[in-house]
Each structure stands twice: as C-alpha cells, then as structure tokens.
C-alpha cells in the first residue's frame, strides 16, 4: 500500500483543522449510523486503540449533549426519524424549554422556522466532542501504536507513505485505473486507487473521469474558527455548556474542555 497525501503528514487536512465535535446530524443514514459507532469508540478510546505507548497523552471525550436549532436547511423531521432508526437519544425542546437549559442562548428566531430540539447521545449523559486538535493526536496516538499498520517512509516493504506530494493524474488503461501521476514527477502503478481526499475527493474524480453520477459532490471551503467568552453559566465547573449547532447562520459553538468538564 502507497499513501500519497500533498500534505506532510496525516491528519493535516481538514481533519486536523476540526473542532472535535463529534455529531450525528447528517444528510444520509449511513453518516448518521457511522457516526453513532463512531462515538461508541471514542467513548471507549483507549479499549479501541487495544494498545498504545505508556505516558503519552490519549484524546478524551467531553460528554455536552448538542442543542441543533431546528433550520430549513436540515429539517428536523428527516433528521429525527433517521435517530430514531440508529437509536440515537434526543429531546425536543421550545424556547422557553431552550432558554432555561442554556444559560445565555438567544431563542430569538431569525432563519425561517422555529421548533428546537436537543439532540442526546451516548447511555447516560449526552456526548460529544473530543478536545480540540484532538484529530491531530488521536491520530498520531494511532500511528504510534505498537499495533499501527500506518506506512512510513523507512517502510521498504508493501508499505510506504509518499508526503507533500500531490496527484496530479490519474491514469487509465483498458477501462481501468492504471496509476498515479505525482506532481514531483514520479509516476505510480497502481491497480486500485482509493480516493480518501476529502473535501477534494471530488476534483481527485475529475482526474480519473469518474463521478459523474455521483449524487453527492464537495468542495473545500473556506471555514472560521474564533474564541470568544462564554455567557455566565453557559458552563459550570464541572460540566460544559452543550455544542450549539444554528444551520441558519451555519455556525457552531462549543466550549473549551480547559474551562470546564
Ligand atoms: C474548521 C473546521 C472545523 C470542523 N469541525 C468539525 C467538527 O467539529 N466535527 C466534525 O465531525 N467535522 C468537522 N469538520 C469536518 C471534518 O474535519 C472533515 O469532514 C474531515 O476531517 C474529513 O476527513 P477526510 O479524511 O475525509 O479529509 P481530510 O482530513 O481533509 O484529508 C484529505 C487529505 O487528502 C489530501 N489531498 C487532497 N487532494 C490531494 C491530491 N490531489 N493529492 C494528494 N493528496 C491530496 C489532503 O492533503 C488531506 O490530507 C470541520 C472542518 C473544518 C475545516
């Protein structure tokens, strides 16, 4: 296996940028039910990762519970009955409901519905998120475990990584993926190519002349991330404030774990 990635490392796409928020509110029931596993391991890290080294730091989960503002652009209908099919827990709340469970929430509505739900997660107390930059070191935490099957570049094997270098080209032969061309020059055979490029999955298919019929398409796009206090008794001591997801204005909020949890 090669890993090619324009980046230097793993994790320094989009992943390494997230903000850790680990959610179930998707547009299709697989994002929803992949999702919902996926917090089962978090929840259960170190179980997860089996192994790793002694002493060095593990992401853990911070359990929030997420208030997802009811939004035309993800109706709450559509997304409820996909909870209800994983087993996700929720609540549905109004605003007075909002405004006394989540100290300094404006319940103001300026998009062009109104009801609020709180989506729960997890057994007891609802979950979701892990700390921030977490991504990064949950996946160095991964590819230092004694169990990591990650490619390096000592790797000499059937395993190796190829860092800050892109794909440029995709080439074909007999109806079929032939190979790679990489942006440094080289050029890779391959019989299977897996497109893991995330928000530039979509442009890595243009390249192999593939997704045309694609339902879903991405792109990248530029995101924000700001720091600002949180309202008196948004968090407590030791419990944060919920993640705020508000589609209308498509932004979240969430608290920071060194504030609280
Ligand atoms: C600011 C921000 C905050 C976010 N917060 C959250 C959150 O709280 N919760 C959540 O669930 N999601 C969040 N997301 C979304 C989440 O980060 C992404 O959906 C996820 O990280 C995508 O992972 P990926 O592995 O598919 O893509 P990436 O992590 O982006 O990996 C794709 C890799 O492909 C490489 N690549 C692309 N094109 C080429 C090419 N031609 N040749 C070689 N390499 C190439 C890139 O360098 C990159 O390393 C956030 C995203 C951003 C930007």
Redesign the pocket.
């Known amino acids: 296996m090669l890993v ?4 230097p490392g793993p ?5 390494g ?5 680990v ?1 179930f509110n998707y547009s299709t029931l697989d994002g929803v039910a992949a999702a919902w596993e996926s917090w089962h391991h978090w929840a259960d890290w170190a179980g997860h990762l089996d192994e790793h080294p002694a002493g060095s730091p593990l992401a853990r989960l911070c359990r929030t519970g997420l208030v997802m503002l009811d939004a035309p652009a993800a109706p709450k209908e559509r997304v409820l009955q996909m909870f209800d099919k994983v087993g996700v827990r929720y609540e549905v709340w109004d605003a007075a409901e909002l405004a006394a469970r989540v100290p300094g929430i404006d319940t103001g509505r300026y998009g062009r519905r109104s009801d609020l739900m709180m989506r729960r997660s997890g057994p007891s107390r609802p979950g979701s998120w892990a700390r921030s930059s977490i991504p990064t070191l949950a996946l160095s935490t991964i590819r230092s475990s004694p169990r990591s099957t990650w490619p390096t570049r000592r790797d000499e094997g059937e395993s190796r990584s190829c860092s800050a270098t ?2 440029t080209g995709i080439r074909r032969a007999n109806g079929k993926v032939a190979g790679l061309d990489l942006a440094d020059g080289q050029h890779i055979d391959a019989r299977v190519v897996v497109n ?5 999955s979509s442009a ?1 298919n243009r390249l192999a002349g593939v997704g045309e019929d694609f339902t879903i398409s991405v792109r990248p796009m530029r ?1 924000e ?1 700001h720091h600002v206090p949180a309202p008196p008794g948004f968090n407590s001591e030791h419990q944060l404030g919920p993640v705020v997801a508000d589609l209308d204005l498509g932004i ?1 909020v969430r608290g920071l774990p060194e504030t609280g949890c």
């Open positions: 090619v990635d324009r980046l994790g320094q796409g989009s992943t940028a997230s903000s850790a928020v959610r892109r794909s893991v490029a995330g928000p530039w890595l995101q991330v979240y």
